[in-house]
């Protein structure tokens, strides 16, 4: 009933509008005058009318044409069809539709992306999340009636999967964290300096236990701008993967420069490294190595890539030319 009251409005006044608009005409031009609008006879009124109506019809499939399709565009996504984008001859315009039309798909992108990768994480955490769990059953299964002998190695397997149960679910609350930016706070400076001597000298006291050790070689005066046990958490999760890998009696070397307003946080350690296809996938959640240490969850990249990308930072891999796997993290200085 809304459609219909406002389709008979707006014909009722595109007449008017057109008539006005000839009448304009008329009078820029200085032709207008009473005797003239009195000679003007119903074939001349009709005759404006109908020159009016067209170009208002003309002028409103312009403009609401586009949005028409923007609107077909936006159901189609409610629907779940997030594939869909706007036709690109939109592109072509030069009014704000044209912008609209590359921002509806450029958020299309993003939103396929999101939902994309959630469904993937959904899929790689059910599957983390079974082995532990099916580990877990079959131990406690032992433990009820294997025999009595066996029954402390096998209460020690269920100690050693529920910590790796919390260790897991510790690091998908975290990464949750920081997609939802719950609990963050205001970002402020603090001394970045000072973060990666604390973090090389909690690494080293770690790595001495697995006769290996945490170096800092360089440390250059930095001060960034961000949440800081943020970006703690993930200098803390690239030194520990690399301590995890690093071969026995070899060092994990940390450097801190600062050059040109950015901060370069060089993390080496003296492992297998990586094979050159996965250097770019290791920093998404569950993606491991084949020879990888089986004691990681598979998120301490993956955290760290989001917390270095949440503070305008890159972060990369590569294979250092001796062997071992160095990460690179950079950061606007404050």
């Given at each position: 009933?809304?459609?219909?009251?406002?389709?008979?409005?707006?014909?009722?006044?595109?007449?008017v509008?057109?008539?006005a608009?000839?009448l304009?005409f008329?009078v820029?031009?200085?032709?207008?005058?009473?005797?003239?609008?009195?000679?003007?006879s119903?074939?001349?009124?009709?005759?404006?009318t109908l020159?009016?109506?067209v170009?208002?019809?003309?002028?409103?499939?312009?403009?609401?044409?586009?949005?028409?399709?923007?609107?077909?565009?936006?159901?189609r996504?409610?629907?779940?069809?997030?594939?869909?984008r706007?036709?690109?001859s939109?592109?072509n315009?030069?009014?704000e539709?044209?912008d609209?039309?590359?921002?509806f798909?450029?958020m299309a992108?993003?939103?396929?992306?999101?939902v994309?990768?959630?469904?993937?994480?959904?899929?790689?955490?059910?599957?983390?999340l079974?082995?532990p769990l099916?580990?877990l059953?079959?131990?406690?299964?032992?433990?009820?009636?294997g025999?009595p002998?066996?029954?402390e190695?096998?209460?020690?397997r269920?100690?050693?999967?529920?910590r790796?149960l919390?260790a897991?679910?510790?690091?998908?609350?975290a990464l949750?964290?920081?997609?939802?930016?719950?609990?963050?706070g205001?970002p402020?400076?603090?001394?970045?300096?000072?973060?990666?001597?604390?973090?090389?000298?909690?690494?080293?006291?770690e790595a001495?236990?697995?006769?290996?050790r945490?170096?800092l070689q360089?440390?250059?005066?930095?001060?960034?701008?961000?949440?800081?046990e943020?970006?703690r958490?993930a200098?803390?999760?690239?030194v520990?993967?690399?301590i995890?890998h690093?071969?026995?009696e070899?060092?994990?070397e940390?450097?801190?420069?600062?050059?040109?307003?950015?901060?370069l946080?060089r993390?080496?350690?003296?492992?297998p490294?990586?094979?050159?296809?996965?250097?770019?996938?290791i920093?998404?959640?569950?993606r491991?190595?084949?020879?990888?240490?089986?004691?990681?969850?598979?998120?301490?990249?993956?955290?760290a890539?989001?917390?270095?990308t949440?503070h305008?930072?890159?972060i990369?891999?590569?294979n250092?030319p001796s062997?071992?796997?160095?990460?690179e993290?950079?950061?606007?200085?404050a």
């Amino acid at each position: 009933m809304r459609r219909l009251f406002a389709t008979i409005f707006l014909w009722f006044w595109l007449p008017v509008l057109g008539f006005a608009l000839i009448l304009a005409f008329i009078v820029m031009h200085g032709q207008f005058s009473y005797r003239y609008l009195a000679r003007l006879s119903l074939h001349d009124f009709m005759l404006f009318t109908l020159i009016g109506v067209v170009f208002c019809f003309v002028m409103s499939r312009y403009l609401t044409g586009p949005l028409a399709k923007l609107g077909t565009a936006a159901a189609r996504i409610a629907e779940g069809r997030l594939d869909t984008r706007v036709d690109a001859s939109l592109h072509n315009r030069r009014d704000e539709i044209a912008d609209l039309a590359r921002n509806f798909n450029r958020m299309a992108e993003r939103i396929e992306a999101l939902v994309t990768g959630q469904r993937r994480l959904l899929g790689d955490v059910s599957h983390e999340l079974r082995s532990p769990l099916s580990r877990l059953m079959v131990a406690l299964s032992l433990v009820k009636q294997g025999p009595p002998e066996e029954a402390e190695e096998n209460l020690g397997r269920i100690g050693l999967e529920a910590r790796r149960l919390d260790a897991l679910i510790g690091q998908l609350l975290a990464l949750s964290r920081i997609d939802s930016g719950v609990d963050r706070g205001a970002p402020a400076p603090f001394d970045l300096t000072n973060l990666v001597q604390e973090v090389a000298n909690d690494g080293d006291f770690e790595a001495r236990a697995r006769n290996r050790r945490v170096v800092l070689q360089q440390a250059d005066a930095c001060t960034v701008s961000g949440y800081e046990e943020l970006l703690r958490s993930a200098v803390e999760n690239v030194v520990r993967n690399a301590i995890r890998h690093t071969a026995e009696e070899t060092a994990v070397e940390i450097s801190l420069q600062a050059a040109n307003s950015r901060a370069l946080l060089r993390v080496r350690d003296h492992g297998p490294g990586v094979p050159p296809s996965m250097l770019s996938e290791i920093f998404q959640p569950f993606r491991r190595v084949g020879n990888s240490n089986p004691e990681g969850a598979g998120l301490g990249l993956a955290i760290a890539e989001r917390a270095v990308t949440l503070h305008h930072g890159k972060i990369l891999a590569r294979n250092a030319p001796s062997g071992g796997l160095s990460v690179e993290l950079e950061l606007p200085l404050a």
